[in-house]
């Protein structure tokens, strides 16, 4: 998307069919597993699937044309890969200017091959980084012993 694109409620537009925009939100979920690049957007997107407009439909061809010219990027896991998991977690203390609370992120590897990652705000606020060091890692720890 361009940066300057606002996709919001767009109340006047002209309505679109439903069922269509709904088919075209699936398949760009599904597609979500192997381009990640495309979440942000899709979810923007999967906002306005109750009563959708043109300028909301003309977002998902947008996302549908981006695709098109990428179809060599993704996420690819063959068949020969080791099984070793890794994972690496990290902390971004403080980071929301409104409420103080600091930004998780951790990434984990089945081999040399991208498995799952995550970045969310911490749900309690830090007092040092170490503090919001220690809350991701726990996070990160508590999905590997999961997997």
């Given at each position: ?15 679109v ?10 398949s ?18 999967v ?24 179809a ?11 099984f ?9 203390h ?5 409420d ?5 992120r ?37 999905q590997?012993?999961?997997?």
């Open positions: 998307m361009a940066p300057k694109t606002k996709t919001g409620a767009d109340l006047s537009g002209k309505a069919d439903v069922r269509t925009y709904k088919g075209m939100i699936g760009l979920m599904y597609l979500m597993a192997s381009s990640p690049d495309i979440m942000f957007f899709t979810c923007l997107c906002r306005y699937q109750a009563s959708p407009k043109e300028s909301h439909l003309s977002a998902v061809k947008r996302i549908f044309r981006y695709l098109k010219g990428t060599d990027l993704g996420l690819w896991y063959p068949k020969d890969t080791g070793e998991l890794t994972a690496f977690s990290d902390a971004y403080a980071g929301c200017m409104l103080r609370k600091s930004t998780s951790h990434i984990k590897f089945l081999g040399d091959k991208l498995m799952s990652w995550a970045s969310k705000k911490q749900l309690c606020v830090s007092t040092s980084t170490v503090e919001a060091e220690y809350v991701v890692a726990a996070s990160c720890c508590s590997v012993l999961w997997m």
